[in-house]
């Protein structure tokens, strides 16, 4: 969301003389400015980071507007001045001399003191204090990992967390990254604990440091562990299973169990019931997605742990149409390469290279296993003009002879059919949890895809990357400062979807033209109050205050939200 906000005052012509009318902009600062102060954001920074220089902002104030600034209108640090030049200062709970002082190099100082080893403990703090004021479920906890990319050289990166090439998720392997791990609740995606690690960190080497950083923050390894395949190495899932926890993961395709069970698949002979079916989210026109599971005993991997086979419609119908659409690629890079290949002139003299060429495009559209290739040698008598010059009609000439290559493929029918049979599938492995259902299983791994919903927040509506920032500190530190900005936004769209659902509220008007929005998002409550704000109007010594006024749909939300008018100005 970016809010532009207009003067803040504009001069008229009255029968009376010449009339200052003053805008004082409130937008959706008090509500963000409600959460922070529930969190206690600026007291837990107060008390971990040094209160700056005298007279000015602390740091911890300077971090405040700075989350005020990720949530409404994200952007680089030399645009802070003259966002929060139009912003009613108590709408940031600043005072005037306080928001005259906000400016780039204020904010990036106290960064510097965000990302300090004073700072440690501060995410301990908030999130027990979120813990306690919002009641979160702490059942179960989900963990992932997201790569956030950052131009520049970084030379001076050495010291941990450092800036590194690595796997980037942003497709981006040219540019160096930090690794953004976050836990959230299984009650309304809330971020828990985060963690900024080097770029070039894998995700199977994290997990054990953040389950134990879990493990404190709860104090109790009695909750569930839930995690992308990275989990499931046999370090992993040992250290989890040996300190009491209980974890759900997908087993990597890499195990032998996997290729077990597709081997034993793609003969035939397992039969299928039918354990959940989930309508579709967006058209109810369309096929539910059912999951089913294999019929008799459960297996288990070497390691002891219980593994259950699991089969999705929806994922079946998506593997296939992944599978024709790189097949459909392939076939025209393969004419391509077949084309260039008539010309003998311009052909490899070796088969091994046309053969090497050819798989590698089979392979990086994942259809090696389903192309058959094949080349044939050729050989082509060309002339060739002994003579240098103007070609005359007498001149002599030679022939040349040389080989080329005539490639051919075609689509492996057997390896299709093979295919088909294991589309859908996919393994959870657990422990801990024997007593639980296969369905039970699968309900908490589905949770996973609302993590992913914040890692997708951060990149589109808080605009976290790519980055620009002078030194690896401050670029670390605005990480921390973004997983702030998390938490209150998901605190904002748990709050205002339990409150709908208690009242029996269907949808709120929250779209574009009114449309109606079944699940709102934070970003999409904080543009409801985007243009918020009061009137003064002063002519001479005379002043006329034109109080707030909101509409019925905002009238709702701070309602829904547990705040009133009073509250809000």
Wanted: aromatic letters at 8%; hydrophobic letters at 40%.
């Amino acid at each position: 969301m970016y809010t532009s906000q207009g003067p803040i005052s504009s001069r008229c012509s009255t029968a009376r003389g010449q009339a200052t009318i003053l805008t004082h902009f409130l937008g959706p600062h008090p509500l963000i400015r409600h959460y922070l102060d529930r969190l206690n954001v600026e007291g837990i920074l107060s008390g971990h980071l040094s209160q700056g220089r005298k007279g000015t902002l602390s740091h911890a104030e300077a971090v405040c507007v700075l989350v005020h600034n990720i949530l409404t209108s994200p952007g680089p640090l030399y645009r802070l001045e003259n966002w929060a030049g139009s912003i009613e200062p108590s709408a940031l709970s600043l005072s005037f001399e306080q928001k005259e002082a906000i400016n780039d190099d204020r904010v990036a100082r106290a960064l510097d003191a965000l990302g300090s080893p004073r700072a440690r403990e501060v995410w301990f703090h908030l999130a027990l204090r979120a813990i306690k004021q919002w009641k979160l479920s702490l059942d179960r906890v989900h963990y992932d990992t997201t790569t956030v990319t950052f131009f520049g050289e970084y030379a001076t990166s050495v010291a941990e967390p450092r800036m590194a090439h690595g796997h980037n998720k942003d497709h981006r392997p040219d540019l160096k990254q930090l690794v953004f791990g976050l836990n959230v609740t299984s009650d309304g995606a809330v971020p828990l604990l985060h963690e900024v690690s080097s770029g070039n960190r894998t995700d199977d080497t994290l997990h054990r440091g953040n389950f134990d950083r879990l493990r404190r923050l709860l104090a109790t390894s009695d909750f569930i562990y839930v995690a992308d395949s990275k989990l499931a190495t046999a370090a992993n899932m040992a250290h989890v299973a040996r300190h009491g926890g209980k974890f759900v993961s997908v087993l990597p395709r890499t195990r032998a169990e996997d290729r077990e069970f597709r081997a034993k698949l793609s003969k035939g002979g397992v039969r299928w019931k039918k354990v959940l079916e989930v309508p579709n989210p967006r058209r109810e026109d369309y096929q539910p997605d059912v999951f089913s599971c294999p019929v008799g005993a459960e297996t288990l991997t070497t390691e002891g742990y219980r593994l259950v086979w699991y089969r999705s419609s929806e994922k079946a119908r998506m593997d296939e149409e992944a599978r024709k659409r790189g097949l459909k690629k392939a076939g025209v890079e393969l004419d391509g390469l077949a084309l260039k290949l008539e010309n003998p002139r311009k052909n490899p003299a070796a088969r091994k290279e046309v053969m090497g060429r050819a798989r590698a495009i089979a392979k990086r559209h994942g259809v090696a296993d389903f192309v058959r290739i094949d080349t044939r040698a050729r050989e082509v008598a060309f002339p060739r003009r002994l003579h240098p010059g103007r070609p005359r009609k007498d001149d002599p000439v030679r022939m040349e002879v040389k080989r080329s290559w005539i490639l051919s493929f075609e689509t492996d029918e057997e390896a299709l059919a093979r295919a088909r049979k294991t589309d859908g599938v996919f393994p959870l492995v657990s422990h801990g949890l024997e007593k639980r259902s296969r369905r039970e299983i699968l309900e908490i791994y589905k949770y996973q895809p609302y993590l992913e919903k914040r890692f997708s927040q951060i990149k589109t509506d808080l605009a976290i990357s790519p980055v620009f920032l002078k030194t690896p500190l401050r670029a670390a530190a605005l990480l921390d400062a973004c997983f702030i900005a998390i938490a209150v936004s998901s605190l904002i769209e748990r709050d205002v979807r339990r409150a709908m659902a208690a009242e029996g509220i269907g949808e709120l008007p929250l779209y574009p033209e009114g449309r109606g929005s079944p699940a709102p998002t934070a970003q999409r409550v904080l543009e409801a109050f985007a243009s918020v704000g009061w009137h003064e109007f002063r002519r001479g010594e005379e002043a006329i205050c034109f109080p707030l006024e909101l509409s019925d749909l905002q009238m709702q939300l701070l309602g829904l939200l547990g705040l009133s008018p009073r509250d809000y100005g």
